[in-house]
């Protein structure tokens, strides 16, 4: 064992005893100048910790601590105090760390308070290499550890801790984590090897690319970039790519899994044909991407320039048999062929004149993903058009400019069978609407001095269809047959088939039309006859006052949700909650049972617009008082956990990612975090003035601590992450307030200080949510 290593890595010891420890402790004693410490392999025990970092206090030199892999089998409950013992040890040293690697520990957010106190101390103001992969930091143990990186740079005067090596794959940061973590990077700008594999940045849009390329932006000294197995998508690709064009020192970037497909790739080629760009690159995966092979072609001939590659790793892409060939060609003809991964003992680099389809190079695309040969023309020609119905696919959508246009039939006068026998429905272009238009003009009275046409008006007036539609023709014949179909239901008119969803029975099923999406179970709405036997005896009594007001609302709930942004159901629902105002107030079980099926921004949004009609329609006390707290109620069901039925929710869904989804959309009308540009919630936050905007702060702000101090005691451990970063972001943002506003006195305004009473209040609350 070297004078300067303590070294018991990879044994599998046990250690839960001072006597477990015994040896370790004393070859520490041994070696008062030892640099390195690695107990990697190992699981400690709190009592066994203890007396390690006692011996550990009189080990100045100490420089690398490496403790991966340490606390397999034990309570979350241990690791933090077992972690506290072996950081005071390192703190009273007055050590010096150059290296701290914590990976694999898996420890998760209650885990990360052990090490906090000793990344903000003196002993890692000279960190370099911090490394915390599969720890499952999510997005609290990711606020943990930014907090404690900044409270070290604050504390060093922004000189110390300026990280080289940065990695944090395999923790559930996703945009949130990302954006924190792009913050404090930014402010360091050392960076030299980042990894932020396996995050999900990007899954819930493209805000936390952004901030990844913020950070990138910052650190022109980058060498090595690993992203694989996030969402990058498309638009992140390119957006990362023009972040590339910057950093000359990058040797090494890792980019598999990310979903860049054709067009992220096509932009990456293009950028790499400049030789300037990427100049020292030796390493670039790209597997998993979706890749056809006129992109792959494309893109090794980008590569001729690059003459330090050593590694090009292309797997798991969508090249085809013949594809795969192709792109061996190329590799020989641009003289790439040895970057491509060896698999199977590739010496022989010299001869590729013979058979190439038996060549051992295939071997690198073993787990291609292209089905046949049948669509290399189309991708070519994809190419061609800017590939740009790669792009199309991937949303699920048609060009425009792709569509056959419809045939004109409006200048023909024709009986409704000769339509159908000359225009038969076998035809290519044959289209409803035509076909609707066609039999308009005959079923439509004429005008002027035209002759009345020949055919007769069925029930259904302009044809077939026509009662499917939003404006029937209205006539005694009509309406008797839409009556008998679809009655008058409480929530509103259902004119046809498709029309939107209803609360009266239809032939379709209690609620529902015939593409009308599931609705939660509730006690079944009277029947058609009892409707009408209630009008027949109450004559024309609104038959909304016969309907159960809990069940009303929760049907206008779910049409507000299923259409958000139609303002007639919205109004209905403010009508039916001001009219049942007084005998009334819907618990969250029950609203929950309906937003838990909906996206939370959705139910979100629904909440916020719900709360700016308090004060601003013609209602009492009472029914405003009313449908405050629905909305209090409906904004709580997105931001907290259904708890009586949390562990099979759990089995579907995370509830975690549900309020942090919930909680991002909140603070993106709160000003606290930016919207994903161009997106809704982005286009109604720029529309508005300053007046109007903190108007609206101050709105959502109230119902935010009336939540709070409504249901403070349900902010338990699945809540807690997301109420944390609403807090946290919040704080900062006063922060920033107040950093602004030190040249100038500003008097803060109403919404100001309900701003900073919430957080106080938050900070109350969540400390009852205690980390062990």
């Known amino acids: 064992m070297c004078a300067s290593l303590v070294d018991f890595s990879g044994l599998a010891l046990k250690l839960d005893e001072p006597k477990d420890v015994e040896k370790i402790i004393e070859a520490i004693t041994h070696n008062p100048d030892v640099s390195c410490l690695n107990l990697s392999g190992n699981t400690l025990g709190i009592a066994a910790a203890e007396p390690v970092g006692i011996s550990l206090e009189r080990c100045s030199r100490l420089q690398r601590c490496l403790w991966s892999d340490l606390f397999t089998g034990r309570l979350k409950s241990e690791i933090a105090p077992a972690l506290r013992h072996l950081s005071a040890g390192v703190m009273a040293s007055g050590a010096c760390l150059v290296e701290l690697d914590l990976s694999d520990n898996a420890f998760g957010p209650n885990g990360v308070v052990g090490v906090v106190d000793l990344i903000a101390s003196p002993a890692c103001a000279t960190l370099q290499i911090l490394r915390m992969n599969n720890q499952g930091l999510g997005h609290e143990g990711c606020r943990h550890l930014v907090e404690a990186l900044k409270k070290g740079r604050k504390a060093s005067g922004g000189q110390g801790l300026r990280l080289k090596v940065f990695s944090a794959g395999r923790n559930r940061l996703e945009n949130y984590g990302a954006n924190l973590l792009s913050q404090v990077f930014s402010d360091m700008g050392s960076l030299e090897e980042v990894s932020l594999y396996q995050n999900g940045i990007g899954i819930h849009g493209i805000e936390g690319v952004n901030s990844i390329v913020k950070m990138l932006e910052s650190n022109p000294g980058l060498r090595v970039l690993n992203l694989s197995d996030n969402s990058l998508t498309e638009k992140g690709g390119k957006a990362i790519t023009k972040a590339l064009c910057n950093l000359s020192h990058l040797e090494e970037l890792h980019l598999s899994d990310c979903l860049l497909r054709p067009s992220g790739v096509i932009a990456l080629a293009r950028a790499l044909e400049d030789p300037e760009t990427l100049p020292n690159i030796r390493v670039l995966n790209l597997t998993g991407n979706e890749i056809n092979r006129s992109t792959g072609i494309s893109l090794i001939l980008s590569l001729g320039n690059k003459s330090k590659l050593e590694l090009l790793d292309l797997n798991a892409n969508e090249f085809g048999a013949d594809g795969i060939q192709a792109i061996i060609r190329t590799l020989d003809s641009v003289g790439l062929l040895h970057v491509l991964p060896s698999r199977s003992g590739l010496n022989d680099r010299g001869d590729t004149n013979g058979d190439i389809e038996e060549s051992p190079y295939a071997s690198a695309f073993d787990e291609d993903q292209g089905s046949g040969d049948e669509q290399d023309e189309g991708d070519v020609d994809d190419e061609d058009r800017g590939s740009g119905h790669d792009e199309v696919d991937d949303y699920g959508g048609y060009e425009d400019d792709d569509e056959e246009e419809e045939p004109d039939y409006d200048d023909e006068k024709e009986s409704s069978f000769n339509t159908v026998q000359e225009r038969p429905v076998t035809k290519s272009n044959f289209s409803f609407r035509a076909l609707s238009d066609a039999m308009g003009d005959v079923s439509s009275p004429s005008t002027g001095k035209e002759t009345a046409p020949s055919v007769k008006p069925g029930p259904f007036g302009r044809g077939l269809f026509s009662a499917f539609g939003s404006s029937p023709v209205n006539n ?29 029975g239809m032939i379709f099923g209690k609620g529902q039309h015939l593409f009308s999406p599931p609705v939660p179970s509730g006690p079944p709405v009277s029947s058609p006859v009892q409707q009408s036997q209630q ?77 700016r009609h308090v004060g601003h329609t013609n209602l009492t ?152």
């Open 621 to 772: 006390q009472i029914s405003e008082d009313c449908v405050q707290c629905f909305a209090v109620n409906l904004l709580a069901s997105a931001l907290i956990p259904n708890v009586p039925c949390l562990g099979a929710y759990r089995a579907a869904i995370s509830d975690s990612s549900r309020t942090t989804r919930a909680a991002n959309c909140v603070l993106v009308h709160l000003g606290a975090i930016k919207a994903e540009k161009g997106s809704d919630d982005d286009l109604e936050v720029r529309q508005l003035n300053q007046s109007t905007w903190e108007q609206r702060r101050l709105i959502y702000l109230s119902t935010l601590r009336q939540l709070v101090q409504q249901y403070g005691n349900r902010l338990n451990d699945t809540a807690g992450p997301a109420w944390n970063s609403i807090r946290f972001l919040l704080s900062q943002k006063a922060e920033q307030r107040q950093t602004d506003d030190s040249q100038v006195t500003k008097i803060p305004t109403e919404a100001d200080r309900l701003q900073d009473d919430l957080v106080t209040l938050l900070e109350s609350q969540l400390a009852r949510v205690q980390i062990s």
């Open 476 to 504: 005694t014949e009509v309406g008797n047959a839409r009556s008998t179909l679809w009655p008058t239901n409480p929530v509103g008119p259902a004119p046809g088939l498709f029309s939107q969803l209803t609360s009266a």
């Open 535 to 611: 009008v027949t005896n109450t004559g024309a009594t609104d038959l909304t006052s016969q309907v159960d007001p809990v069940q009303l609302v929760l049907f206008q709930l779910q049409s507000c949700l299923t259409d958000p942004k139609q303002a007639a159901p919205l109004d209905r629902l403010i009508h039916t909650l001001s009219q049942k105002s007084s005998r009334m107030v819907l618990p969250l079980d029950k609203i929950q049972s309906v937003a838990q099926n909906t996206e939370p921004e959705n139910v979100v949004r629904l909440a916020l617009r719900i709360c």
